[in-house]
């Protein structure tokens, strides 16, 4: 199984950028779509964005598109997140997961990824 890792996170004001990182290992990175997550405290882990095997197919939450992009880079297993305009409503965990391999199609549910790094902290003061 792929094995996940976070990073880039930090503290940012508002109105301010960050780019996360999410480095796979283990198993053929291109094999996997992928996607990222991020959790608030006290609330739910929620769908942010996700990618398909080769990057052409992305999908977005509503509360981030036009701001966040992601990509990946297969020579590199290397998946990233690209945020713009970040805002304190942004701040959380974010974690990057995987769906199971014979799973082609990019998925917006949490249950539908079955490996998950230990996620970065972004915190976005006002």
């Known amino acids: 199984q792929v094995q996940l890792v976070e990073s880039g996170g930090g503290l940012v004001q508002a109105g301010g950028s960050l780019r996360l990182s999410c480095a796979g290992s283990?198993?053929?990175?291109?094999?996997?779509?992928t996607g990222w997550f991020r959790q608030a405290p006290g609330k739910e882990r929620e769908f942010v964005a996700a990618?398909?095997?080769?990057?052409?197919?992305?999908i977005y939450a509503d509360s981030v598109k036009g701001r966040f992009t992601i990509s990946r880079d297969n020579a590199k297993n290397t998946m990233y997140l690209h945020m713009n305009s970040l805002n304190p409503e942004d701040t959380a965990v974010y974690y990057c997961?995987?769906?199971?391999?014979?799973?082609?199609?990019?998925?917006?549910?949490?249950?539908?990824?079955?490996?998950w790094g230990q996620g970065t902290q972004v915190t976005v003061s006002s």
């Open positions: 283990g198993r053929t990175f291109s094999n996997y779509v």
């Open positions: 990618i398909s095997r080769g990057g052409a197919v992305t």
């Open positions: 997961a995987a769906r199971r391999t014979y799973y082609s199609e990019v998925a917006r549910e949490r249950n539908e990824y079955a490996f």
